[in-house]
Nanobody
Framework: QVQLVESGGGSVQAGGSLRLSCTAS????????VAWFRQAPGKEREGVSC????????VYPESAKGRFAVSKDVAGNIVYLQMDGLKPEDTAAYYC??????????????????WGHGIQVTVGS
């Protein structure tokens, strides 16, 4: 059974950092891509980043490039999202997801089948 559990969210001041963790079970992150999404109140869920089975990474929003980085711990079956230089506009619920495909082939939520419960990130000004 595929499960994804996010942790590491919370509240920080602008300019601060957080590292989110996505602990996977039922599949191995060494074989399949895992993506991060976020959804702010009143907005659509948007793709943030993705890491492929071979370790290649992508950051989707221009506003996050240079500030966000995705990585993984294969032994622990965990995918991380390191977020630095946080801004109030980064405030959202963050989700990890997988489509059980090896490559990062999509940035839209409808392309993913398995989701974590989400975790809140709040950035104060």
């Amino acid at each position: 059974q595929v499960q994804l559990v996010e942790s590491g969210g919370g509240s920080v001041q602008a300019g601060g950092s957080l590292r989110l963790s996505c602990t996977a079970s039922g599949f191995t992150v060494d074989n399949y891509a895992v993506a991060w999404f976020r959804q702010a109140p009143g907005k659509e869920r948007e793709g943030v980043s993705c890491i492929a089975n071979w370790g290649g990474t992508t950051v989707y929003p221009e506003s996050a490039k240079g500030r966000f980085a995705v990585s993984k711990d294969v032994a622990g079956n965990i995918v991380y999202l390191q977020m630095d230089g946080l801004k109030p506009e980064d405030t959202a619920a963050y989700y990890c997801a997988t489509a059980l495909r090896p490559l990062c082939t999509g940035r839209f939520p409808e392309e993913y089948d398995y989701w974590g419960h989400g975790i809140q990130v709040t950035v104060g000004s």
